[in-house]
């Protein structure tokens, strides 16, 4: 599986930006995906997850209630749309995908199956 990142950009605080990641591969449906970013200087954290399914999803506190992750079985894309933005989420935001773990279990980066290349968001204060 090969997972390619688009959507940053840079955006003033309380504004929108849409993150999209094409997963390449027949086994799309199979992998639980996820979403996690790194600011400067600071360790990578999960950020969202979605089920195979789509049913569940999973958000870190700091992003509840503004952020939504979502999963289009048929542009094998998982979306990240992110609302009400703020300084603090500026950050690299990567994509991940894995076949074996939970929802819960992407909390955990290590031993993810496969990554994708970083995507930069910039908020302005």
């Known amino acids: 599986v090969q997972l390619q990142a688009s959507g940053g950009g840079l955006v003033q605080a309380g504004g929108s930006l849409r993150l999209s990641c094409v997963a390449s591969?027949?086994?799309?449906?199979?992998?639980?995906l996820g979403w996690f970013r790194q600011a400067p200087g600071k360790e990578r954290e999960f950020v969202a997850a979605?089920?195979?399914?789509?049913?569940?999803?999973l958000y870190v506190d700091s992003v509840k209630g503004r952020f939504t992750i979502s999963r289009d079985g048929a542009k094998n894309t998982v979306v990240l749309q992110m609302n009400s933005l703020k300084p603090e989420d500026t950050a690299v935001y990567y994509c991940?995908?894995?076949?074996?773990?939970?929802?819960?279990?992407?909390?955990?980066?290590?031993?993810?199956?496969?990554w994708g290349k970083g995507t930069l968001v910039t908020v302005s204060s």
């Open positions: 991940a995908a894995d076949r074996f773990k939970s929802v819960q279990g992407m909390t955990i980066s290590g031993g993810m199956d496969y």
């Open positions: 591969g027949r086994t799309y449906r199979t992998y639980v």
């Open positions: 979605v089920s195979r399914s789509g049913g569940e999803a």
